[in-house]
């Protein structure tokens, strides 16, 4: 690890948490996350350690979830998504839900079959659950996926959604083949200005930094010439006072890292070509 990296890797680890995110993917998962928390609030933690049990007691010893956030997982869906490098923002392109497929694949369809015998079997598994606890917990799943048009108050859909939604034979089916999600289509979703947010709160001193507050400057980004410049000279990067920003910028991290990571490769390919010398200045 060079210098500049170890240096600014001491200046970021102690206040990771208050980063501003630095992609689309950052904004939706800390947004998805947020809005399951708050639904999960109507639980207590053992009301919501028997529900994990019962979901992962549906999906099975092999497909078995540590949490809500995993279970109720749109992401695994997104894999080559170009939100992983987007720039953050608030439209956000996601795969359809399985319950979307559902409503548009035919009657005799394989996918609906599983699906059928997946909402019978959670129906099964949930039987001791009230309803209140099923519909709640199936909110959660709602807030998780970021579902904006999903509104569901009985027993019945309820079940039906969260089989569908967190079946992990469905998932296999998708692993598969994902032709009837492509067919299906995509679903936009508008996000909150969750940089914004974060930036507000900083101002509003719920987060410091070395100690001090942080300043409306602190936040502003890096110009492209500056980030060439730090990364070519990191010497000017530690006295040029704005130190403070790379800290909370995910954003600027990103950005300063791949110019290290092309110095870095440049002198490696000089250092081959020039037989282990650098070329002269």
Same mark, same amino acid.
């Given at each position: 690890?060079?210098?500049?990296? $170890? %240096?600014?890797?001491?200046?970021?680890?102690?206040?990771?948490?208050?980063? #501003?995110?630095?992609?689309?993917?950052?904004?939706?998962?800390?947004?998805?996350?947020?809005?399951?928390?708050?639904?999960?609030?109507?639980?207590?933690?053992?009301?919501? *350690?028997?529900?994990?049990?019962?979901?992962?007691?549906?999906?099975?010893?092999?497909?078995?979830?540590?949490?809500?956030? #995993?279970?109720?997982?749109?992401?695994?869906?997104?894999?080559?998504?170009?939100?992983?490098?987007?720039?953050?923002?608030?439209?956000?392109? #996601?795969?359809? #839900? !399985?319950? $979307?497929?559902?409503?548009?694949?035919?009657?005799?369809?394989?996918?609906?079959?599983?699906? /059928? !015998?997946?909402?019978?079997?959670?129906?099964?598994?949930?039987?001791?659950?009230?309803?209140?606890?099923?519909?709640?917990?199936? !909110?959660?799943?709602?807030? +998780?996926?970021?579902? %904006?048009?999903?509104?569901?108050?009985? &027993?019945?859909?309820?079940?039906?959604? =969260?089989?569908?939604?967190?079946? +992990?034979?469905?998932?296999?089916?998708?692993?598969?083949?994902?032709?009837?999600?492509?067919?299906?289509?995509? &679903?936009?979703?508008?996000?909150?200005?969750?940089?914004?947010? $974060?930036?507000?709160?900083?101002?509003?001193? &719920?987060?410091?930094?070395? !100690?001090?507050?942080?300043? %409306? /400057?602190?936040?502003?980004?890096? *110009?492209?010439? @500056?980030?060439?410049?730090?990364?070519?000279?990191?010497?000017?990067? =530690?006295?040029?006072?704005?130190?403070?920003?790379?800290?909370?910028?995910?954003?600027?991290?990103?950005?300063?890292? %791949?110019?290290?990571?092309?110095?870095?490769?440049?002198? @490696?390919?000089?250092?081959?070509?020039?037989?282990?010398?650098?070329?002269?200045?």
């Amino acid at each position: 690890m060079d210098v500049f990296t $170890q %240096q600014l890797a001491e200046y970021i680890e102690p206040l990771e948490a208050f980063a #501003l995110h630095g992609t689309l993917m950052d904004c939706f998962e800390y947004h998805r996350r947020r809005e399951m928390r708050k639904a999960a609030a109507a639980f207590s933690d053992r009301e919501l *350690s028997w529900l994990l049990h019962m979901m992962n007691e549906f999906r099975g010893a092999a497909d078995r979830k540590e949490d809500f956030d #995993l279970l109720f997982d749109p992401v695994m869906y997104m894999e080559d998504h170009s939100a992983w490098t987007d720039l953050p923002g608030l439209i956000i392109d #996601l795969p359809s #839900l !399985n319950t $979307q497929v559902f409503d548009r694949v035919g009657a005799n369809s394989v996918f609906r079959a599983i699906a /059928e !015998n997946e909402v019978l079997r959670l129906a099964v598994l949930a039987d001791t659950y009230p309803d209140k606890a099923i519909v709640g917990l199936t !909110n959660m799943a709602i807030a +998780a996926y970021v579902d %904006q048009d999903a509104l569901i108050t009985d &027993r019945i859909s309820a079940i039906r959604y =969260l089989a569908i939604n967190t079946s +992990a034979r469905l998932e296999d089916y998708w692993v598969a083949d994902d032709a009837l999600w492509m067919k299906t289509g995509i &679903r936009r979703v508008n996000l909150p200005d969750v940089v914004a947010e $974060q930036k507000s709160d900083i101002l509003q001193c &719920r987060a410091t930094v070395l !100690n001090d507050a942080v300043t %409306q /400057e602190d936040l502003v980004c890096f *110009s492209e010439r @500056e980030i060439k410049d730090f990364a070519f000279n990191p010497d000017r990067f =530690l006295r040029s006072g704005k130190t403070r920003h790379m800290v909370l910028c995910r954003l600027c991290q990103g950005r300063i890292a %791949q110019w290290i990571d092309f110095v870095r490769h440049t002198e @490696e390919r000089f250092m081959l070509e020039g037989k282990g010398r650098l070329p002269e200045a």
